[in-house]
């Protein structure tokens, strides 16, 4: 089995592909590539990005990567992590800028002078470990407790225009959808490749997923 990691010069890529390597034990091909034709022949595809939204959409671009990946959701298994999980969305305020327009709605910024419950003023970028409350059973939660905490460093988060599409959500104060999917695609706003146990579980459980749910 191929598993490509998406290489379009943006994200922890070396982190990602090391995670995904560290619980291989099915003996799959891991490997991180910038070749459009390559990610079509892969049997899997992460799809990782870190930075601002509009900047890897045009090496997205640049790399002529775009259709590859809207190719590779129709089918086979595939993970967006991060801004890669983003980039799946129709628009985001961040540019603004448009996604690949594979699933509706758009990617908002956190409101300003946002509270915690005791009055404090919480940072934006929402940087740290939170928790991630599942509002559905699927195969990437195996061996994950519901309340399980990812960690994030994010400014702007999923405003999907299907509540369906929330398969998960944390709290920055207020409830925010944090993993989106549909059919063979899983998205997570948080960085599994720095997130250790629950992380590596979550990609564990991503290479074994033949991508029903």
């Given amino acids: 089995m191929k598993v490509a990691v998406v290489d379009y010069g943006m994200g922890n890529l070396h982190s990602v592909l090391k995670s995904a390597q560290a619980v291989n034990d099915i003996g799959a091909d891991i490997f991180l590539t910038s070749e459009p034709e390559t990610v079509l022949r892969a049997d899997k595809v992460i799809f990782p990005g870190q930075g601002a939204m509009p900047d890897c959409m045009r090496e997205l671009n640049q790399h002529g990567l775009a259709d590859a990946i809207r190719e590779s959701t129709k089918s086979k298994p595939f ?14 305020e961040e540019g603004p800028t448009q996604g690949l327009g594979l699933f509706p709605g758009k990617v908002a910024r956190f409101a300003p002078g946002l509270r915690d419950a005791e009055g404090e003023r919480l940072k934006v970028p929402h940087m740290g470990w939170n928790q991630v409350f599942q509002k559905t059973v699927h ?11 990812f960690y994030f ?3 702007y988060h999923f405003a999907p225009a299907d509540a369906g599409l929330t398969l998960a959500e944390s709290e920055y104060p207020e409830r925010f959808s944090c993993i989106v999917g549909r059919g063979n695609i899983f998205a997570s706003q948080f960085h599994t490749e720095k997130s250790h146990r629950a992380g590596l579980q979550m990609m564990k459980n991503f290479l074994a997923w033949d991508g029903s749910v």
């Avoid at 993970?79 to 985001?92: M, T």
């Avoid at 195969?139 to 905490?149: N, Q, T, V, W």
């Fill in 79 to 92: 993970f967006g992590i991060c801004v890669g999980a983003q980039l799946l969305f129709e628009e985001s």
């Fill in 139 to 149: 195969p990437l939660f195996a061996g994950i407790a519901d309340g399980e905490r």
């Fill in 153 to 155: 460093v994010h400014s």
